[in-house]
Structure formats: structure tokens, C-alpha cells
DNA sequence: CTTGCCCACTCGTCTATACGAGTATGCCTC
DNA sequence: GAGGCATACTCGTATAGACGAGTGGGCAAG
């Protein structure tokens, strides 16, 4: 039963006092990283590790479990340990809200997935008023009652990015802006049309371990962390005319920001 | 042995489909949630729970080791488990690195550090001339060798964040940007005298699970990801001047950018 | 009172075993 | 040939037990 799982991995050291579970670890993580084990290969199952080592399957799996909290690999029931492919990332630049990019019919996000050779949608599309979080009131001026805008973002089949977008009630009840499609330009476009001007947007970044909501929602396996990016959107008169709380996989985003130096 | 863990957590459901250290990690995540647990509190031992649920110690590390890998809570040996506690966040604004700023003598970092009542330290300071990596090289402009400075950051006793910057070695090499201490406005200070008046900086934000060597370099417990920040300084020429590889404990930070509209 | 040791408690590591559930393959039947 | 089933693999879940190692409090000896 189970043939050797090859010369790619060493024997353990018996004099170390480094647990023998994180020994293995060590091993099959040094493997990935040298490119013994390929991006998106099968691992030796656990009997062969549990054989090759000569250990029990407890040590064998607490030694994987390591690598999946890395997220260096991740398990299929049934099929057997792989090592994780890097997905293409998406890269969000930081003028993807400069006006000139509001023009077209289409979405940012349609666009940009499309040239990029991706096939995007969006999904759990939910519009609906609701009493803020103190946060988001806080961010909007107090508003008391805001518009809820909650979508969800796919590329290629796998959900990337689960976004809600808050605005005051006051200015958004009865427009374009409360229906599920906001029109050519999005909200933004809509914002503007009614009277508010941007003038700029504050994003603050964040990243932490996936709620397990959040690992459902994004399918995430685990060892993938989360961005948390909340965006403020403030028109020309000093007005906070838009909250979007915005929750990305990880492993799927690079944020790209331009400075002044001045 | 082991009195009853208070009437915080409940029971189990048998006929639930949910396994069950995944039942006991979701009443242990709620009861945390809810502040029945508040943080820095200590969690009910693993006997405790042992006797209250009345499974095997194995099941119960299993749940709790899925609350560690949230990064909810973090054990110490001999010890306990414990809520973990939200350190305080440091700030970093987008305009953190404009001229108006490097007047003072002290480094950002120090001062920004003390207006928050936090004692700032430096360490592991070295500075040497390397061959870069591929990528380094390429946003460099193709350099072939680099000055490399790397430092890490402490709060307060705590590792924060660890930096490397290279510069080309054509425009740092005898220069005081090649000493431990850069002197007052620091390195970008030192380049915009020698001539490099800085135009802007471009940032890429990553998140991920930290390397083994990250881990002990920023003494990171289980569940907390890194924030990799990769910052190119261009000078009025369109020179790449410096590239600046940072990696932060990622519940220590939020990052703040400002975009403009247009 | 102070010092130092012991013990009880904590989590860390490891073994051995068992059964369940998802997946893939190939053979056997129709 | 097509369909379905048996089977052998995979990982998932759970039990029971053992010993090691870090921590802290209490007790006993000085």
C-alpha cells in the first residue's frame, strides 16, 4: 500500500528539538518553495507521508494543517492535498474612479475584467433602506437612515469581492441610485448628474482572517486573509455622499496607490 | 477537577449535521462576539471544556484551533487561551510621506509614534550593498547592484512592521543615505539634496499569511496576516530613486490613502 | 520572613485506532 | 457501448491514552 512518495522529501532529525510535526512542515513547505512541488500538484497523501516519516496520521495532518493556515496548500475531500495555485490577481489602480473612466455604458468592474480576458458578473444584487451602523452614520454626517446597495463580484465563476455601498437616504431615495441597475457610470455618474460634484474619495485599508460568513460568501479556503477597504466618497461641498464597505479575497487583489510627494 | 465553565456556553445539538468542534468553536465564537467573553479574558480551559461538552480533548483543541486560525483568540502554554486583544491601530495617512513633513530632526515613525503616546524603538538596522532580486531590479530601472537598508519597527516593546529599502548603488553609495543613521528628514531628505527632488511615490498593498521567518521577525501569534506594502519614489525625472519592500503585522495598521475625483 | 521546592494546573506533542464521507476507477451487467 | 455498482483510494471526524513542558501558588525548610 502506498509507494514511495518519492526523493522529493527528507528524512526527519531526531536530535532536534523542533516538534516532528513542524519538521514535516518544514519539508513540505521547502519543497513548495524550490519548486519540487508544482503549483496546483498533488502532495503525497497522508498514508504515504505517515509511512515515508514513520509517524503517526495525528502528526502527519497537524503538519499540513500548518501549510493550510499558510496557505501554501489546501485539501480536497476525497482527492487529496494540492499545493494552492496563485490566482490572477486584480489589480485595483488608484484613479479607477477618475471621471474619464465613467464615459462608457459599462461597469469598472465589467471593463476591466473583460480586458483583462476574465469573465465577470455580479450577483446578490440587494437594494434596500435600512438604520446604519454608529460607523456608518459616523462617516456619513450622521445620517439616520441610508440606502443599502449589496452586491457581489465573480471572475470567472469564483466570487472575489462582496461590497456594500451606503448613502443618505435624503439623496438617494427615488433616483436612478435605488434601483438594481444604477445605469452607465454607476452610482458615481448618477451622484454627479444630481447635483453632487466629487471632489475625492478616503480609503482606508485593512487585513484580517475571514469571518466564517465571509469565507462562505467568498468561498475562501482557508490561510487566504481578506482586505477590508471602506471608501468615502465626498462631493466639491465637503459632503460625505457615499460609504462602500467593500470585503476582498486576498489572494486575489493587488490595491495600487499614486502619492504626490508635495 | 475543573469546575463547571460558568452558564457562557451552551450544549450541543446531536442531530445537527455540523460537526462538532465546529459547533463548539461557533459557541465559543459568539459567546466572544457577544462579550460574554470580553477581550484578553481567559477562556475556560481545555479540560473544562472537555468535561462540559463532554467529548475528547482532541475535539476540543480542534475547535479551539480554528478560532486561533480567525485569529480570536491565542493560547500560552502553560497559561490559558485567551481573547485576543485589538492592539492599537497606527495610522498611516497618505500624505505620510509629503516635503512638509521632513522638516523636523526625527524620523516620521518616531514622531508620529510619541503624538500617539507610544514609545517608538528601531532595530535590526543594517545596510549593505547587494545584488537585487528581478523584481527590485526591474522597478529600479534595471539596476544590477543596490544599496539595501532594512530596519524593523517596535511600539511599545512590539514588533510592527519590517522594512527594506533599496536604492541604486550609483546614487547612494557614499552618500550619508549609506550610514546606519541618514540623518534629520531621512533618506528621502538625503536624495532630494543630492539633487533627486521627489515627485511622487507609487504603493501596491497585498495581504497574506506570513512566512515562518515573518512570524518570528514580528512575533506574530496564529491567525494574524501581514500587510506587504511595496512603495517605488520617482524623482522629477521619472527616475525609480528607491523601492521600499514593507511587511506589517496586519492588526497593527490601516492604511489611509486619499484619491482625487478627476 | 525569605527561600526554594513541589505540585497542580495549563497547553504541546504524539501514538493508535476507528469509522464516515467524498472521489475516481474499473469491471460487470445489461 | 452505456449504465451502474463495487471497491480502493482520498481526507474528515472522533475517541482514548500517554508523556512533556511552561506557569504559578502554596507549603515547608531554613
Known amino acids: 500500500m502506498a509507494a514511495l512518495p518519492s526523493g522529493i522529501l527528507g528524512a526527519l532529525d531526531p536530535t532536534s528539538d523542533r516538534a516532528v510535526f513542524r519538521q514535516i512542515a518544514d519539508q513540505i513547505r521547502e519543497a513548495i518553495d524550490k519548486g519540487r512541488f508544482k503549483e496546483g500538484a498533488k502532495l503525497p497523501s497522508e498514508s504515504e507521508l505517515v509511512e515515508h516519516f514513520g509517524v503517526s496520521r495525528m502528526t502527519v495532518r497537524n503538519a499540513l494543517s500548518i501549510l493550510q493556515s499558510e496557505g501554501l496548500v489546501s485539501s480536497e475531500h476525497g482527492k487529496g492535498v494540492f499545493v494552492r495555485p496563485r490566482p490572477p490577481v486584480r489589480r485595483l489602480a ?11 455604458g459599462k ?3 465589467t471593463v476591466e475584467a473583460e480586458a483583462a480576458g476574465s469573465k465577470p458578473e455580479v ?4 437594494v434596500r433602506e435600512e438604520k446604519p451602523t454608529p460607523d456608518i452614520s459616523a462617516r456619513l454626517g450622521s445620517a439616520r437612515k441610508v ?12 466570487p472575489v469581492e462582496f461590497a456594500v455601498s451606503y448613502l443618505p437616504l435624503d439623496l438617494a431615495r427615488g433616483t ?3 434601483e438594481p441597475n444604477p445605469g452607465p457610470g454607476g452610482i458615481y455618474a ?3 448628474e444630481l447635483g453632487h460634484r466629487l471632489d475625492h474619495f478616503d480609503e482606508e485599508v485593512r487585513a484580517r482572517m475571514p469571518s466564517p460568513a465571509e469565507v462562505k460568501m467568498l468561498r475562501l479556503s482557508s490561510g487566504v486573509p481578506v482586505i477590508s477597504l471602506i471608501r468615502t466618497a465626498y462631493d466639491t461641498e465637503g459632503r460625505a455622499v457615499e460609504v462602500c464597505d467593500t470585503v476582498m479575497a486576498a489572494d ?3 490595491l495600487a496607490y499614486q ?3 508635495n
Chains 1, 2 share one sequence.
Open 252 to 254: 486575489a487583489y493587488v
Open 147 to 158: 440606502l443599502a446597495r449589496r452586491r457581489r463580484y465573480l471572475l470567472d465563476g469564483r
Open 190 to 192: 448618477r451622484l454627479e
Open 107 to 109: 461597469s469598472a468592474f
Open 176 to 178: 436612478q441610485i435605488a
Open 123 to 126: 450577483d446578490s444584487l440587494e
Open 94 to 104: 488608484s484613479d479607477r474612479f477618475a471621471r474619464r473612466h465613467r464615459d462608457q
Open 259 to 261: 502619492l504626490p510627494a
